[in-house]
């Protein structure tokens, strides 16, 4: 449960409060939170009295030790005290045996943790610069340098996300208040923050390997030049030196990030344009939406011999197609035709029965646990839906073309069908669309395959227990077929009656326990459909924060 409860504004006063709490377009600067572990030694000390002294008057520091407070693990803490301070940065310092020196910076927006990233503290004390020694007005605005090529990275690898967070955390903390000018004599000193190169045969997942982030600060020195305009810049080294690594990081979620990125047209921003955008070359293209046309107004030439009805019409049309009706049902009443009509019709079968199985199932899945935008969604409807048709229907071609072309060549009697002409036919239908290509990893076809294989594992087991008979009838096979004996011994009547009775007890319990035990422990193993179904019904039922996910809908 959160901390703090959801106030409920009950008149206009608690109205316009909990109003000015939530996130504003325009913001103004960002207060600093500075919090201390269960133990903070002298170094983590240094580093928030730094942090202190640079972000003043915009700094809120608590020296009460904070025990209980694991960012990593449960930000409610954090959140709680974010809110009652009003502050939308958060730098909290800790130490321990497992991580030593650890510096936490998190970002809150709408009062809840929207990122935050973890820092090594690896200088030594005797390596630090005196505090002391470091003085900055309030509010002096530094020029921040980002050096090394980690920070220039936009791909979206983790390395490079990491960096980027860490980047837009550092200038939120560091950059002070945006105004729209800055005097050249404010330009007093620089934050330089330069990261070493990373060796690429060292993995990224050990810290110890990842590349040491350096914080210097420098004054600027403006000495005589031979240019009456332009001085001579040099820079001096003053104030603290920390090195850090970058430790654990959480990043903001996609949707969540975009709403805490909205701000309000500045002054100097264009307004934008509907329909109207800039090409690669500067050209200026507009987009033009033309509504659809009502063709019945055109002004056209009118004649009375062409003004009959449209009862008049439909009737000729219907005599105009009448012979074209005659002549397709003479070709597929043709007896001749009729082995390839099979097949025609099959695929037809297979399309329109893998269409009405799939869409409804695709329909709960895909809104059930896909993210994204409806139309996203229902696209991903569609691509199952055709996917499975498309299946049965390729494999209904295949296995009847067989099955023709089994009975033509049929050695010991033409035009009749083997005993084994199924099975064959079914394995070359099976191959070939199921079995290569993009069926390998097509999770539309390997639902198919596994449902076919449980049916047939059942009828298999069927069989087991029951006495060979003489005969066997079934779907397209004449009777008096003889049948395979799949087990030559004969059960005891007693011995079967038993083994019917406890048989399907004992496959469902243990095919729970292994589908459980498989979920817990080796989730990869099981199809994504089954898993997230699981998911959605042993995994998200572990939490909630209120009345509305527990009852309505997940977390």
């Known amino acids: 449960m959160s901390l703090l409860r959801e106030v409920k504004p009950r008149n206009a006063r608690t109205a316009r409060i909990v109003k000015a709490r939530e996130p504003q377009v325009t913001e103004s600067r960002k207060q600093v939170l500075i919090l201390h572990g269960t133990r903070c030694p002298d170094p983590v000390r240094l580093v928030l009295k730094t942090v202190t002294s640079l972000t003043k008057p915009h700094s809120i520091v608590l020296n009460k030790k904070n025990e209980n407070i694991h960012p990593f693990e449960n930000t409610e803490s954090l959140e709680f005290l974010a809110l009652k301070n009003d502050c939308g940065l958060v730098v909290f310092g800790t130490s321990s045996k497992k991580r030593p020196n650890n510096i936490t910076v998190l970002r809150i927006f709408d009062g809840k943790v929207l990122d935050m990233v973890e820092l090594l503290l690896i200088s030594s004390p005797e390596e630090m610069r005196l505090l002391q020694d470091f003085k900055i007005g309030i509010e002096m605005k530094p020029m921040i340098l980002f050096a090394g090529s980690q920070w220039a990275d936009a791909s979206s690898s983790t390395t490079a996300i990491t960096y980027q967070t860490l980047r837009s955390l550092l200038l939120d903390l560091f950059q002070g208040e945006e105004i729209p000018s800055v005097d050249v004599a404010g330009l007093q000193f620089v934050l330089m923050i330069a990261t070493g190169e990373q060796d690429s045969a060292m993995s990224d997942d050990d810290m110890a390997n990842r ?192 099955m023709l072309i089994l009975r033509i060549i049929n050695p010991a009697h033409p035009g009749k069908e083997g005993h084994y002409d199924t099975f064959l036919s079914g394995m070359v239908g099976g191959y070939m669309i199921f079995g290569r290509g993009k069926a390998l990893n097509s999770s539309v076809s390997q639902q198919i395959v596994i449902y076919i294989f449980a049916r047939v594992m059942l009828a298999l087991a069927r069989i087991s227990i029951e006495p060979p008979l003489a005969t066997v009838g079934g779907a397209g096979a004449s009777a008096g077929t003889a049948a395979p004996a799949l087990f030559t011994q004969r059960l005891d009547p007693a011995l079967r009656k038993k083994i019917q009775q406890s048989a399907w007890p004992v496959f469902a319990s243990l095919s729970w326990a292994l589908v459980m035990y498989l979920f817990r422990w080796r989730p990869e193993t099981i199809q994504s459909s089954l898993r997230s179904s699981m998911k959605y019904i042993y995994v998200n039922s572990d939490s909630w924060d209120g009345l509305t996910n527990f009852l309505i809908y997940n977390t």
């Open 211 to 402: 590349p040491v982030i350096h914080l210097r600060w420098y004054k600027v020195k403006t000495m005589r030049s031979t240019s009456a305009k332009i001085p001579r810049v040099e820079l001096e080294q003053v104030g603290p030196a920390f090195d850090f690594r970058v430790g654990r990081v959480r990043e903001a979620e996609a949707s969540v990030m975009k709403e805490a990125m909205k701000h309000a047209r500045r002054p100097n921003e264009p307004k934008t344009k509907k329909n109207v955008e800039m090409d690669l070359v500067g050209d200026k293209i507009g987009r033009v939406h033309l509504g659809k046309q009502d063709l019945s107004q055109l002004q056209t030439r009118k004649m009375k011999g062409l003004k009959r009805g449209r009862d008049v019409l439909d009737d000729e049309e219907a005599g105009a197609l009448e012979p074209v009706r005659e002549a397709v049902e003479g070709v597929i009443m043709e007896p001749s035709l009729h082995p390839l009509l099979e097949i025609v019709k099959s695929a037809r079968n297979g399309a329109v029965y893998g269409a009405k199985v799939r869409f409804p199932h695709a329909l709960v899945m895909v809104f059930l646990f896909r993210s994204g935008t409806i139309r996203e969604k229902i696209w991903l409807v569609l691509k199952a839906t055709r996917a499975h048709a498309s299946n049965l229907a390729r494999f209904a071609i295949v296995y009847k073309s067989m």
